[in-house]
Nanobody, 124 residues
Framework: QVQLVESGGGLVQAGDSLSLSCAVS????????MGWFRRAPGKEREFVAA????????NYANSVKGRFTISRAVARNTVYLQMNSLKPEDTAVYYC?????????????????WGQGTQVTVSS
């Protein structure tokens, strides 16, 4: 069983930066692609970013491209999401997820394991 625990959420102002972390335990972390998704109030959960199992391939939603960076530290079993130039529309619960096929897909169905989420609120 794979367990994912997100941290780093909070309340910030527009233009600020925030870094999210996702600690992974239970299986061989390096074999999984990892993704970040988010659910804004009243909206469906959407893809944010993903990174392949080897870390060489990243994928971003157009809405965050150039502002967010996904990375992973295999030795720490942790994946990160650095969020810069935050906007009020980035307000959401952010979830990390693990994809055992290692593809870094932007489809939710590719991910077998999910964290509980961490709240990010960006005030204007």
């Amino acid at each position: 069983q794979v367990q994912l625990v997100e941290s780093g959420g909070g309340l910030v102002q527009a233009g600020d930066s925030l870094s999210l972390s996702c600690a992974v335990s239970g299986r061989t972390f390096s074999n999984y692609a990892m993704g970040w998704f988010r659910r804004a109030p009243g909206k469906e959960r959407e893809f944010v970013a993903a990174i392949s199992w080897g870390g060489s391939i990243t994928n971003y939603a157009n809405s965050v491209k150039g502002r967010f960076t996904i990375s992973r530290a295999v030795a720490r079993n942790t994946v990160y999401l650095q969020m810069n130039s935050l906007k009020p529309e980035d307000t959401a619960v952010y979830y990390c997820a693990a994809d055992p096929l290692g593809s870094g897909s932007d489809y939710e169905s590719a991910y077998d394991y999910w964290g509980q989420g961490t709240q990010v609120t960006v005030s204007s």
